[in-house]
């Protein structure tokens, strides 16, 4: 009687565990629910996954292309994130012209331009979108070219270096387009 007994509260531990485990596991669908039913028709989005893992960023787009037949891309999105629960948006990503999708890896958001490209990440600390890093080739009256650099642990830097701009642009080319969704 005490083995069944015993067998008994082990299975319903086990399954409050399992289920208690699954409470934190929310499906982004429901999560973002409010802003997805409140987008215009003109509107797409798409989830991009965070390194840190559990719930995606949401992206929202206003206007989306055909970049190939399979993907619909965006130069210019809306993120969002949620934090206990509540829903908020924490910035824009815009690249510039449509040879520029909004792109994304393992790590970060990408936007990109003619003469720029940035990365993105979400920053937990101030629940906001932050530029991780950026390049930015600059001309002056001559045509001479320079470069602004930005990342976190050195701050920007200008230098007639082209090495980490061409680098910066070698990473956005190998990051996935993100595929929006009606």
């Not at 083995?3 to 596991?25: K, P």
């Not at 798409?46 to 399979?70: F, Q």
């Not at 969002?80 to 910035?91: F, L, P």
């Not at 449509?98 to 979400?122: C, K, L, M, S």
Request: glycine share 8%.
């Amino acid at each position: 009687m005490k083995r069944g007994y015993r067998e008994g509260i082990i299975i319903i531990l086990l399954i409050s565990m399992l289920g208690l485990i699954g409470c934190g596991m929310e499906k982004p669908e429901k999560v973002y629910s409010s802003v997805i039913e409140a987008m215009s028709e003109d509107e797409a989005y798409a989830y991009v996954e965070r390194p840190e893992g559990g719930l995606p960023v949401l992206l929202i787009a206003e206007g989306t292309y055909s970049y190939d037949e399979d993907t619909e891309a965006a130069i210019t999105c809306r993120v969002y994130y949620a934090w206990d629960g509540e829903v908020k948006e924490i910035g824009t990503v815009e690249s510039l012209g449509t040879a520029y999708p909004v792109r994304y890896d393992e790590n970060w958001i990408y936007a990109a331009g003619g003469h720029f490209a940035a990365q993105y990440a979400v920053d937990d600390s101030q629940k906001q979108l932050v530029a991780v890093k950026y390049a930015n080739e600059n001309f002056d009256t001559d045509g001479n070219a320079s470069y602004t650099y930005f990342d976190s642990e050195n701050g920007e830097q200008e230098t007639q270096d082209p090495s980490y701009f061409e680098n910066m642009f070698e990473i956005y080319e190998k990051a996935k387009i993100v595929n929006f969704k009606r």
